[in-house]
């Protein structure tokens, strides 16, 4: 058959087997499909395809590798600015907080899809937090959160501004942001990050009577 098929069968192999929870066989069909591609644009999709297979196994530094191989294809745009979020991501979990942010801020600047470009917000403000750079943190994640479109994606990020506000020891800070987090997410799933993360103990014990009764105003 055309390469072509061939690319295509590969990839399909590759999902099929990622979903049966067999990511030694996906990785390895993911191979085989960058192998058969004949064009760059189809090769960085089966790179970008096996790196996330090899992020959600804990092989970071695979991972990380896959998602450089895209960056020197130069494929279109939009497989690169994903490509180059990944990388953030691969270099937070391995520890390369700057190299990190330096993706992350990347992809910022590129991102044209809104809920994409929040995300990548929230994901260097964390970064930001884990290195201890509150102050960046802070106005990331609060720009993530005025960001996202859907409601609970931006009460998630109101949960991490109040983890990041449990860490400076400010309960106030704590409790408002958890509010509003609340007001958002009406099946209080946001909240039950919260209940989980022990950074939370000292400010709130999970019981939602404790948050204010006064909410902030509603953000558009």
């Not at 690169?80 to 700057?98: F, K, M, P, S, V």
């Not at 994901?123 to 960046?136: C, N, V």
């Not at 990041?164 to 958002?184: K, N, P, S, T, Y």
Request: glycine residues 6%.
């Amino acid at each position: 058959p055309s390469a072509e098929l061939v690319y295509q069968a590969w990839m399909n192999v590759g999902r099929v087997e990622a979903d049966a929870g067999d990511p030694q066989a996906a990785l390895a069909a993911f191979g085989m499909a960058a192998a058969a591609a004949d064009d760059r644009d189809a090769r960085a999709m089966a790179f970008l395809s096996r790196g996330n297979a090899a992020m959600r196994t804990g092989r970071y530094i695979d991972a990380d590798a896959d998602f450089t191989r895209i960056l020197v294809l130069q494929p279109s745009d939009p497989i690169a600015t994903q490509a180059r979020y990944y990388r953030g991501l691969t270099a937070g979990l391995l520890g390369q907080l700057e190299r990190a942010r330096n993706d992350l801020t990347i992809t910022i600047e590129r991102e044209r899809d809104r809920d994409n470009r929040a995300q990548a917000l929230l994901e260097r403000g964390l970064i930001a937090q884990s290195a201890g750079d509150f102050t960046s943190a802070e106005r990331d994640l609060r720009e993530a959160a005025q960001s996202f479109r859907r409601r609970s994606q931006r009460a998630i990020a109101h949960v991490h501004l109040a983890a990041l506000a449990a860490q400076r020891a400010d309960c106030a800070g704590v409790l408002l942001e958890l509010a509003r987090a609340r007001r958002l997410d009406a099946s209080e799933a946001s909240l039950d990050v919260a209940r989980k993360d022990p950074r939370f103990q000292r400010c709130w014990n999970g019981n939602t009577e404790e948050l204010p009764v006064t909410e902030p105003e509603p953000e558009d």
